[in-house]
């Protein structure tokens, strides 16, 4: 029986026990106001990468004549590979992908024995998402948080939803942290500008930097 490319590479597809160490924040179609085309399982998968370092873009023909399109993506990480199968990406796809800085949701899975990424969804800019339940992503505490106040901002996703960002320091070290648009409220805002909190959340990435998914803010 012939096995197509395309049925080798997603047999291996990685438990979510082991994925604990890829990067990606856990999302939903639903959360990123997309339909996309999923085989099934791969939907309680899917996570975003937003603004993530993008190199290498080339196509190549599988031996069953369909043209896909591989290329890697920098993170903080480190480089992982990933492919977007034909019939999922269109030239601008590619052009977003070329153009160096890139927002990818897919699923993670394995091609000759290393993670790889098979994107599902390519933006120019950073796709909005909502928190996952606990079930599927570990919360973690952050005692005594030191927000720097000046940093608090706000941005509109391509989904015209707004998010709040922020930056915190501990132990010496200052992380980015995000508060999904229906998470937050003028009393997140207030909390944070208070400057010494407790932050509630995951953790995932941004740009390539260790970011914090935050879900409650306690002063």
């Not at 709040?164 to 320091?169: E, H, L, N």
Request: proline share 5%; net charge positive.
């Amino acid at each position: 029986m012939k096995i197509s490319f395309r049925q080798v590479f997603c047999t291996a597809l990685l438990l979510l026990g082991a994925a604990s160490a890829l990067p990606g924040q856990p999302t939903s179609p639903q959360a990123l106001g997309v339909t996309l085309a999923l085989r099934t399982g791969e939907a309680a998968k899917l996570v975003l990468l937003n603004s993530v370092r993008v190199s290498g873009v080339h196509t190549f023909t599988s031996a069953s004549g369909r043209t896909h399109l591989k290329f890697t993506l920098g993170t903080s990480e480190g480089p992982f590979d990933a492919i977007m199968f034909a019939g999922d990406w269109t030239a601008a796809d590619r052009r977003a992908l070329e153009s160096g800085s890139a927002s990818v949701a897919g699923v993670w899975g394995t091609f000759a024995n290393r993670p790889s990424l098979t994107v599902k969804k390519v933006s120019a800019t950073p796709m909005g998402t909502q928190p996952v339940p606990a079930a599927a992503a570990q919360v973690v505490r952050i005692d005594r948080a030191a927000v720097n106040p000046t940093s608090i901002g706000k941005f509109t996703s391509a989904a015209q939803k707004v998010h709040v960002t922020y930056t915190f320091t501990v132990n010496g070290k200052t992380y980015q942290g995000v508060v999904y648009a229906g998470t937050w409220t003028s009393a997140t805002l207030d909390a944070l500008r208070a400057g010494t909190v407790t932050l509630y959340g995951t953790w995932s990435s941004f740009e390539g930097k260790p970011s914090f998914v935050t879900r409650r803010v306690d002063r």
